[in-house]
């Protein structure tokens, strides 16, 4: 078994922004994501995700470390000034770098 | 007096009673909450019935009388966005991108207010032009694109990247999922006719008074979290809120009149013309001006018209129309 070193880019974001982000993972050449519903509470109140526009989305995405630093960027520059917003990474090992 | 005895029967009836237990659990904060694909299953359902039913009255009443008050109400949406800019703008010295997302949701409109008008002219019996659904579905969008447009031009936003996003709101405005499933049941329920109808009746028809009594519970909740953001926003547009609906309210009235409709069809056409988006109008605006603060168009239009329009609006508009119509 040979494992590869990645990075696990985590976004936490309102559900508004959710067409403008997979699109800029897209962009910056991610190959896939995982997303799934949330709800929470940060410096731009709290979402209880009771209905769907009201809700956090949270966005999984593993890509190489290249990729994850032009997506931090971007998301830094284009998307915190105006979207409730956070973002994180992590180290990873994967099997089948070319997956991601 | 007519007046208070008309709010007393939309007070009194299961919906908004429920609406009211709704704002209740929220301010004392019970953990009493809808699962969110219940909301989004109830929505679908009352869309779906009112569009259905809005479609066979139009095949019963004839392309040639519904589309003058058609093209009336679209254009009024459009044209309160103009009126309310400024206002705001001005009046309330908002920054131009605010004066423009709220602008764009005073001139778009609830699809829950126009159902529970529609709820309380029957409870009343108060006979109305079921194809004022029709008018629903054309006044949804049009501000929405004047608001977008507004706050691109008053943020000098040009370029490539601005015409993408008033595309993307463009699509979010028309395909969204509430204005794409009323349009769509309103086009079936035309093709369908009364015999349509009849299949259907048990269902979308009978039913209906209970779900949406359920479905104001869990908007009462969802409009009673957002009473906290009421001491964000100021005063002014606290009273922006409840001011200028009326305005609007009236207006729709009188063009109501002016096209041809009944006393019904013309409180309903206020009540639109009153109503302001919060489902619609903010994910359009959210993608296409994320440079406006969503705390003071979502809290004047959730937490202040919203509740204003179910509870003393709706009754204060039929008011206005049979003023109106009592005279010669």
Not at chain 1, 18 to 47: C, I, N, P, Q
Not at chain 2, 253 to 267: C, I, N, P, Q, S
Not at chain 2, 317 to 325: D, G, I, P, S
Request: with cysteine; hydrophobic share 50%; glycine share 10%.
């Amino acid at each position: 078994m040979t494992t590869h070193a990645m990075k696990l880019v985590t976004i936490v974001c309102e559900a508004y922004a959710k067409a403008a982000v997979t699109k800029l993972l897209r962009d910056v050449g991610a190959h896939g994501y995982t997303l799934f519903t949330v709800e929470g509470e940060g410096s731009r109140g709290r979402r209880d995700a009771d209905i769907p526009e009201f809700t956090n989305i949270q966005i999984e995405v593993i890509v190489p470390l290249e990729v994850a630093k032009v997506m931090l960027t971007r998301l830094e520059h284009e998307f915190f000034p105006c979207y409730g917003m956070i973002a994180f990474t992590a180290d990873v090992q994967v099997l089948r770098a070319n997956k991601f | 007096m007519e007046i208070l005895d008309a709010i007393r029967a939309n007070l009194l009836s299961p919906a908004v009673l429920f609406f009211a237990l709704g704002l209740i659990a929220a301010l004392v904060k019970s953990d009493l909450k809808f699962p969110e694909p219940l909301y989004v299953g109830l929505t679908i359902y009352l869309l779906i019935a009112i569009g259905f039913k809005g479609g066979v009255a139009v095949s019963q009443a004839g392309l040639a009388e519904v589309w003058l008050p058609a093209l009336a109400a679209m254009a009024l949406g459009a044209l309160i966005p103009l009126w309310t800019y400024p206002l705001l703008r001005y009046g309330g010295k908002l920054s131009a991108v605010d004066s423009a997302a709220i602008a764009a949701h005073y001139g778009s409109v609830s699809a829950v207010t126009f159902i529970a008008a529609t709820n309380y002219l029957k409870a009343i019996n108060q006979p109305f032009e079921s194809y004022s659904t029709a008018f629903l579905a054309v006044m949804e969008s049009p501000a929405i694109l004047i608001g977008v447009i507004l706050g691109k031009l008053a943020t000098k936003q040009a370029g490539e990247g601005s015409v993408a996003s008033l595309k993307q709101a463009m699509h979010e405005a028309i395909f969204g999922r509430s204005i794409f499933l009323l349009v769509g049941a309103l086009v079936v329920g035309a093709l369908c006719g009364d015999a349509g109808m009849k299949k259907v009746e048990p269902f979308f028809v009978t039913p209906f008074q209970g779900v949406l009594a359920l479905f104001l519970l869990e908007m009462g909740i969802v409009a009673g979290r957002r009473l906290g953001d009421l001491r964000k926003v100021g005063p002014f547009l606290l009273a922006f809120g409840i001011i200028v609906p009326l305005i609007n309210g009236t207006l729709g009235v009188y063009l109501g009149k002016l096209t041809g409709l009944e006393l019904g069809g013309a409180t309903l056409l206020g009540v639109l013309s009153a109503s302001a988006s919060y489902i619609a109008a903010p994910a359009a605006i959210r993608i296409s001006l994320p440079d406006a603060n969503p705390t003071l168009y979502l809290t004047s239009s959730l937490a202040i018209t919203f509740p204003f329009n179910i509870t003393l609006g709706i009754p204060i508009y039929l008011e206005l129309a049979r003023k109106l119509y009592s005279s010669p």
